[in-house]
């Protein structure tokens, strides 16, 4: 077994100092990730078996024809993240793949919806072309699972792209795994995902149908994430922000979430931008609890701080640091 296959089948570790990788160094820098989520409001999300190369496509089990698809969507300026997904604790029908897509309606702060269909692996590509063009798969209705409100949490596990994602990715995976989805009765499935964006925030993961990226994850934080229990005011530091919504917003949402704990998941939002430039914005957000007991309307200014420098990896960058008012 080669490098590759090990940093995406066994969580591979490379023996060089930690100071030498860009998560080692972003934790070390002391960086925010606050900001850092993807903004996409619609993923597509495929079983794509191990190993993966360094660019997901090129993997040798990747599925046919799908590659042409999303060159095309793409060049009709369509808005979208294709991720490849695999889960040991998930494997799939022989002769089958799992094909989910989550969507989130244009600029409203609610969780995404979801559409998950298991077909021959022959239909795969036609299937992703309907989902990201015209939305009407009404001819895939007899592979539609039933959403029975399960909860995806992926973690970058990509080790061929970026080493930080197989060492410190893998281990948070098997737990997630092991000892939070083991039990048949749960509503929770852990999967591999492909490079999220963000590798120096390795362990980095997304927990959907929330969309809520988070970075730097330990067992003790993966434990609150996946109980959704405790002070989040003491979790708050591992939030990236939820995707959806740009970077600014993303910021002023955690300052919310925050104060009022886990309870906020629940509320119904509405986001205004009052105003934004390249270095901040005005944010107003309208909340109500699911009960109507506690209601508002609160504005941040979000802007940048500063700057703090990574590298590692092969990677040196300045990214900015948001703060909120």
């Known amino acids: 077994m080669d490098k590759r296959e090990q940093a995406d089948v066994s969580g591979f570790r490379n023996d060089k100092p930690e100071r030498e990788y860009c998560a080692g160094i972003s934790q070390a820098m002391g960086e925010n990730p606050v900001g850092t ?148 009765d749960t509503k929770l499935r ?31 934080a993966l434990d609150a994430i996946v109980r959704r229990e405790g002070a989040a005011a003491d979790i708050i530091r591992y939030c990236r922000g939820v995707s959806g919504i740009g970077p600014f917003a993303q910021a002023a949402e955690c300052e919310l979430f925050a104060s009022k704990g886990w309870a906020w998941l629940q509320y119904t939002k509405d986001m205004v931008i009052q105003s934004q430039s390249d270095t901040g914005a005005l944010i107003q957000l309208t909340y109500q609890s699911p009960d109507g007991s506690d209601c508002g309307t609160s504005e941040f200014e979000v802007y940048v701080a500063g700057t703090v420098k990574t590298g590692g990896c092969g990677h040196d960058s300045e990214v900015r640091q948001l703060a909120v008012r």
Not at 113 to 141: C, H, I, M
Not at 176 to 184: H, I, R, T
Not at 195 to 214: K, N, Q, Y
Request: proline share 8%.
């Open 37 to 184: 989520a993807g903004v996409q409001s619609h993923y597509l999300l495929v079983e794509v078996p191990m190993p993966w190369a360094d660019k997901i496509t090129e993997s040798g089990k990747f599925p046919v024809g799908i590659n042409d698809v999303l060159k095309k969507c793409m060049a009709q300026g369509l808005q979208f993240r294709f991720l490849a997904i695999w889960s040991e604790f998930n494997s799939p029908p022989p002769g089958h793949t799992r094909v989910i897509e989550y969507r989130q309606p244009a600029g409203e702060m609610v969780p995404f919806t979801k559409r998950e269909y298991l077909v021959p692996t022959e239909q795969v590509s036609d299937l992703a072309e309907t989902l990201l063009t015209s939305g009407n798969a009404d001819r895939f209705r007899s592979w539609l699972q039933p959403d029975e409100g399960i909860r995806d949490i992926l973690v970058c596990t990509h080790g061929s792209h970026d080493l930080c994602c197989g060492k410190y990715g893998y281990p948070i995976y098997r737990e997630l795994g092991e000892v939070y989805a083991s039990s048949p």
């Open 190 to 220: 852990a999967w591999r995902v492909s490079h999220i964006g963000g590798h120096r925030f390795a362990p980095t993961l997304i927990d959907f149908p929330e969309g809520r990226f988070w970075a730097h994850v330990t067992s003790e």
